[in-house]
């Protein structure tokens, strides 16, 4: 199983960023997936998940309208348009995928347990940095 985030780099404030996270060795369509973000000396949170199976989107309220999640499941990867970034949006960004039903099932028990949520895959981090 892997989770291969991609798409982190360096703007200024205002600017926009698209992650990716390309899954292999999952069932895809039956999984939800997500990101997480964490700050320095900050835990691991919410961004937003999309469930495959029953289609629903979960956003934090730091980043509705602002943040998009999408998922190709012919590519088997699911993306995260981030725009109007801000300085607070600066973190390390993580990938994460289990077999829930619902987008809103997805973030609560991950959020939970993030070490040992039921088949819970994480990926590797990559780095968003924001200037203001």
């Known amino acids: 199983v892997q989770l291969q985030a991609s798409g982190g780099g360096s703007v200024p404030a205002g600017g926009s960023l698209r992650l990716s996270c390309a899954v292999t060795g999952l069932p895809f369509e039956q999984y939800a997936i997500g990101w997480f973000r964490q700050a320095p000396g900050g835990g691991r949170v919410g961004v937003a998940a999309?469930?495959?199976?029953?289609?629903?989107?979960w956003y934090a309220d730091s980043t509705k309208g602002r943040f998009t999640i999408s998922s190709d499941v012919a590519k088997e990867t699911v993306s995260l348009q981030m725009n109007i970034l801000k300085s607070g949006d600066t973190a390390v960004y993580y990938c994460?995928?289990?077999?829930?039903?619902?987008?809103?099932?997805?973030?609560?028990?991950?959020?939970?347990?993030?070490?040992?949520?039921?088949?819970?895959?994480w990926g590797q981090g990559t780095l968003v940095t924001v200037s203001s």
């Open positions: 994460a995928a289990a077999p829930y039903y619902s987008a809103h099932d997805f973030i609560v028990a991950v959020s939970m347990s993030p070490l040992d949520a039921r088949g819970l895959f």
């Open positions: 999309i469930s495959n199976r029953d289609g629903t989107i």
